[in-house]
């Protein structure tokens, strides 16, 4: 969430700095701004909506100037309006923030006893005026940013430019992630690297409390405790840059569509001859008692269905913890404890917090889509999905490749444990190698899914249902219908539904029911009796031998036959397309749902 771009260059930067925004549109917002520095004085530019918005002010009345920064804003304090858009100015220093500062309003409070008044409703303008409090002062813009950072609670990432400095920038971090970049003659800062990404591919990650002083002739890093430090220069992939839609209508769409591809990467990546080679001498699976597992959203569900399947092939106890409530309930750790934090981003802010609590006392691992995020630098191993740049909002091919990585995991844990043999290991894995094959021949069901999806967008209410690891399958269909078409829909357990969701059922509610023919089919069937006898239309998704011993369902889609072991990953896609063509069917935005935000980098 909110994006964070500035440049000390050797061009007119605000085109530059728009299209650096339009590459972090997917991390959600609802404002955007850019200032810069031109004849020695700051100016800026900002707007409500969609970045054609603010593109369309530039045109009519241009920003001018070598030195900038830009910011999408997704509003946390404060309605989306263009005096809480950033960046914020007071007198001669603009800044930009993404996160919370949560002591702002005392420090508010202080700073209009000095008759420094606020314009805006927002946190981030009480930081611009405390820096313009300490230059009033007689502060350097340096010593000013660094005495107001040392007054901020809370996470932030911070950008700072100032009046009649037009060869400086300040970029600051604690909690929210920022890298900084230099090519010699330029200097940049970004929220991550697919923002950076076409001006440098080399980029300084700065670590907890670093902050940098930036011109165009070097950079410094200064720790928490203002020492100068050195950070390492990560190397960034060529192909970090490249996000293009690829003929696809939505971002979302060719995510579902290169699901076979990225899935067949990441088990390439990892399984050489028959081994599992990521974890040779990484992870000894016999010096854990139990696992615990932490993620938010569609991370959280690839932790539920992992939990099956750690169980099930390693005999090992499993707890999955939402990572914003983990760290408050202080839940008692021990070196014999495996933590496995999973996030897409590697940056979001509460699996970030419950990673760092973990740590000290947990062996923490991390399966992640970004190697150089926070939490993949502060985990003891960080295991990378190799999905690619993810840009809609809506997880897809992101969960599938971490449930990939999942697979591994447990099948490996089950080997090591002696719970798992070796024909059975090998088994399990060849079956695994055939999922991205199976994916792709499930990706046919489109324009079936297209004829349902029209009567599912005149929904109220929609009901998934699954049973073993298909159940967290029907939460996660249920948030994908939630977030991107706006439709209520919940998930249960299919054997739950008559201990209290069955009294929301009648004839306008759909029930989406996951249910390959497996040991649990049977059960299955029985609890979409129970719903058709109450004129519930049920929407049956199964493998050919399931459609056939169930005819009556409303509607059908037909998967592939796949071992049961390996039917989540397989059944995301249907899950996928149907929220996709039910949000299109509403004319919703796919790719940037309402209120919604990639990366979640607040708690």
Known sequence: MCGIVGILGEHEVSPIILEALRRLEYRGYDSAGIATIHDGALDRRRAVGKLVNLSDHLVHHPLPGKSG???????????????????HRAGPVAVVHNGIIENFAALREELRAKNYGAESDTDTETVA????????????????????????????????????????????????????????????????????????????????????????????????????????????????????????????????AEQPAVIDDCLRYYVKDGTITFLEGAIDFTAFDRIVMVACGTGSYACHVAKYWFERLARIPVEIDIASEFRYREPPLNERVLAIFVSQSGETADTLAALRYAKDTAFCVSVI????????????????????????????????????????????????????????????????????????????????????????????????????????????????????????????????????????????????????????????????QEVMARGGRVVLVSDAKGLAAEPDAWATLEMPACPDLWAPILYAVPAQLLAYHTALAKGTDVDQPRNLAKSVTVE
């Not at 490996?412 to 695994?432: E, I």
Request: hydrophobic content about 45%.
């Open 69 to 87: 920064i830009g910011h999408t804003r997704w509003a946390t304090h404060g309605k989306p309006t263009e005096v809480n858009a950033h960046p």
């Open 129 to 256: 005026l405390l820096c313009q409090s300490f230059l009033d002062g007689g502060a350097s813009p340096v010593e000013a940013v660094r005495q107001t950072l040392k007054r901020l609670d809370g996470a932030f990432a911070l950008a700072f430019l100032f009046d009649d400095h037009p060869d400086l920038m300040i970029a600051a971090r604690r909690g929210s992630p920022l890298a900084i970049a230099h090519n010699g003659t330029e200097a940049f800062v970004g929220s991550d690297a697919i923002a950076l990404a076409p001006m440098s591919d080399r980029l300084i990650y700065l670590d907890e409390g670093d902050w940098a002083v930036m011109s165009r002739s070097g950079y410094t890093v200064f720790d928490e405790n203002d020492q100068e430090v050195d950070r390492p220069v990560t190397r960034i992939a060529e192909t970090a840059g490249r996000v293009e839609k690829g003929g696809h209508r939505h971002w979302m769409s060719k995510e579902i």
């Open 369 to 528: 889509n970004v190697p150089g995020s926070s939490i993949a630098r502060d985990s003891r191993v960080a295991l990378p999905i190799h999905a690619g740049a993810e840009i809609g909002v809506a997880s897809t091919k992101a969960f599938t490749t971490s449930l990939a990585v999942l697979g591994l995991m447990a099948l490996k844990a089950g080997l090591d444990r002696g719970a798992l043999g070796a024909d059975d290991f090998a088994a399990h894995l060849n079956a695994l190698g055939g999922v991205p094959a199976l994916v792709s021949q499930a990706l046919n069901i489109e324009t079936q899914i297209e004829d349902i999806a029209r009567d599912l967008s005149e929904a109220r209410d929609i009901l998934f249902l699954g049973r073993g690891a298909l159940y967290p399958l029907a939460l996660e269909g249920a948030l994908k219908m939630k977030e991107i078409s706006y439709i209520h829909a919940e998930g249960y357990a299919s054997g739950e539904l008559k201990h209290g969701p069955i009294a929301l059922v009648d004839d306008t509610v759909p029930i989406i029911t996951f249910a390959p023919s497996d040991a649990l089919f049977g059960k299955t069937v029985s609890n979409m």
